[in-house]
């Protein structure tokens, strides 16, 4: 699995990350992000009922194709919980030592959430295959490169404030790929089951990265 999500964000260069109040279809929302050229797509326990959510585009992969995993995993339980409704990644907003476990035992991949250079260093030991770099947007594109100094090598997520104007500018700077959240998945269109505009959204999103690397 590790292996499948490294390389739907080398190909794709994007993670779509949801949080909404409610989710109308959750299939239809993976089948709509994937339209658009973005199959990996992470829900958020901030989201009521989650593990609903994700069972549903779990149980539906065969026919959009899309990874699903969750994220603003807290604790060892809504890991499990996780896991067991099916999702094929963790995320969390920084360093959660027994989420890693968690993951680690059960095989699955997980991205800790990291800023500072030490905290970098500490996903890493603790085995996360991704390293989320968050808050992106408050430090830039040029802090990703700086980190790649002493950690050559390392794959990172930027996440907070990515959209259309500085995605490329974070991909140049070495990410394995970047989040995008409420620029192609805004809440009130998952609300509505608005997925021909999520659709829209993505495949701008994505094309917006193709073009620039052509």
């Known amino acids: 699995m590790t292996e499948l999500l490294e390389t739907r964000l080398r190909e794709d ?20 992000l994937a339209e658009g050229g973005i199959r990996s797509v992470e829900l958020t326990f901030t ?30 339980d809504q890991a499990r919980e996780a896991i067991d409704a099916g999702a094929q990644f963790l995320v969390t907003p920084g360093l959660r030592p027994e989420v890693a476990t968690v993951a680690r035992e059960a095989g699955v991949p997980f991205s800790l959430g990291a800023l500072t250079p030490t905290e970098v260093a500490q996903a890493l030991d603790l085995g996360s295959d991704i390293v989320k770099i968050f808050p992106a947007r408050a430090h830039g594109p040029q802090y990703l490169k700086d980190l790649q100094g002493p950690y050559p090598g390392v794959k990172l997520l930027p996440s907070g404030g990515i959209n259309d104007a ?32 999520i659709s829209a959204r993505a495949a701008a999103f994505t094309q917006g990265i193709a073009a620039h690397r052509r």
Do not use: K, Y
């Not at 949801?18 to 929302?29: E, H, K, P, T, Y």
């Open 13 to 32: 260069r994007a993670l779509a990350v949801v949080r909404a109040d409610s989710i109308a279809d959750a299939a239809g929302l993976a089948a709509a």
């Open 47 to 76: 989201t009521p009922d989650v593990a609903r959510h994700i069972r549903r585009i779990a149980d539906t992969a065969s026919d959009h194709g899309a990874v699903v995993g969750v994220g603003t995993v807290m604790t060892a």
């Open 166 to 197: 500085n995605a490329n500018e974070f991909l140049d700077a070495g990410a394995l790929a970047v989040c995008c959240g409420t620029s192609v998945v805004p809440p009130q269109l998952v609300q509505d089951a608005e997925w021909d505009q």
